[in-house]
């Protein structure tokens, strides 16, 4: 159960990727419920698709789906689909904690301007949620992208000390 001091809702979808809970958003018909069938076959879990419930409960923020929404993931190609049904009962998770925004744009090219991924904020409950955005564009597969970018926010402070500290050690042995 949740402490709901207030509930907010925001059109995306909303996923379990590598532990981390990860809403995806962007403007409608970009891809965001296509990419998340992908992301079910790569064995994450589906928590909503269209339309995430947000309440506040502690330091988190955690996320659901509406009840009429509950166990079913919607594309414009294929229709209704059953998820339980198609992908087995852990494919699908009622809650998450809120972890990360994935933003998806048309942009042909988004860099980011250094060593770490283009991010930025989403305020959802009245917390900052890092936000990663992406380009739909990018010939590489969205969702190895998605799950690469939700696993670099883990780890990504952790790997640029460390090729800092490589850069720092190449350039004091030449300079012996």
């Known amino acids: ?32 419920s296509s990419v998340a069938l992908e992301c079910l076959y790569l064995g994450h879990q589906l928590i909503a698709d269209d339309i ?9 923020i955690l996320g659901r789906c509406p009840t009429l929404l509950a166990d079913v993931l919607h594309t414009k190609e294929l229709g209704l689909i059953p998820i339980t049904e198609q992908f087995g009962p852990e494919a699908w998770q009622s809650e998450t904690r809120l972890d990360i925004v994935i933003q998806l744009e048309e942009s042909p ?36 992208r998605i799950e690469t970018g939700v696993r670099l926010h883990t780890t990504q402070d952790k790997t640029e000390i460390q090729l800092v500290s490589k850069q720092q050690q190449l350039m004091a042995t030449e300079q012996s």
């Open 1 to 32: 159960m949740t402490d709901n001091v207030s509930l907010e809702t925001h059109h995306g979808v909303l996923l379990k990727i590598s532990g981390q809970g990860v809403f995806i958003v962007g403007p409608s018909g970009i891809g965001k």
């Open 109 to 144: 090219t988004i860099l980011s301007d250094g060593l770490k991924p283009n991010l930025s904020d989403t305020t959802i409950c009245q917390q900052s949620i890092p936000t990663i955005t992406l380009s739909t564009q990018n010939p590489a597969s969205l969702a190895h």
């Open 52 to 60: 995430a419930e947000f309440t506040q409960s502690g330091q988190n």
